[in-house]
């Protein structure tokens, strides 16, 4: 009597194959208004929609204490938090990518903040550097947020 022997074949892991979704890659315009749109969005209360313009006008109205209150109620989750008191949710590098993603758009980007004549970049006062200095402070004592690098 003759046997047969058959075989089952199973799919693994490696041989059934998914085809991946394109990866959209953003340009860094549309990464950089990104953060611009959220700033303006917190300090004005309008949704703004994602293709919205801003005029020369109303970006030289932002100040350098709106600007460090929105950092602060990303990193704090409260603008009026103290720095030397609050332990930070955010690194310092993300607030130094936030503060080069809102400075890309000011129509006085070169120049740095005048605090008597109230024109240049609100980016690059004393109120942000000094927000930024304290995160860092913060994370050289390991009181600031972990690191996600691997």
Do not use: C
């Amino acid at each position: 009597m003759p046997t047969t022997i058959t075989t089952k074949t199973r799919t693994t892991a490696t041989s059934r194959k998914r085809k991946k979704a394109p990866r959209v890659v953003k340009t860094k315009e549309q990464t950089y208004m990104g953060y611009l749109l959220a700033m303006m969005r917190w300090r004005d209360g309008i949704d703004y929609p994602k293709d919205h313009e801003f005029s020369k006008e109303t970006l030289a109205q932002v100040t350098p204490l709106e600007v460090a209150r929105w950092m602060k109620s990303r990193v704090y989750d409260n603008p009026d938090a103290n720095e030397t008191i609050d332990r930070p949710k955010k690194r310092s590098k993300t607030v130094l990518f936030w503060k080069k993603a809102v400075s890309y758009y000011m129509p006085n980007k070169r120049t740095d903040w005048n605090e008597i004549a109230n024109v240049g970049n609100p980016t690059r006062s004393g109120e942000v550097n000094d927000l930024v200095k304290a995160i860092k402070k913060m994370e050289t004592a390991r009181l600031g947020a972990e690191s996600q690098a691997r």
